[in-house]
């Protein structure tokens, strides 16, 4: 099984925290099949917003939530 990473972003109100202002208008980058990949897609997103303080992108690791009992 590949190791799923979620990546997406949007506006937060705290720029310290992951609460998403408005889940409708989350950017869905997308799902890649490893970390180096999900990274590239990351840092390329979240560069595009570097200005925007409230806007925030973040990885996900899906097959963590999907098998949470087998090894990282």
């Not at 997406?8 to 869905?28: E, W």
């Amino acid at each position: 099984m590949h190791k799923l990473h979620l990546v997406m972003g949007g506006r937060v109100s705290d720029p310290q925290t992951l609460d998403f202002v408005n889940l409708d208008s989350l950017d869905i980058v997308g799902v890649y099949p490893d970390y180096a990949t999900a990274e590239e897609a990351w840092r390329g997103s979240a560069q595009r917003t570097v200005d925007d303080a409230e806007m925030k992108y973040v990885i996900v690791h899906l097959h963590k939530l999907l098998q949470p009992d087998l090894p990282n």
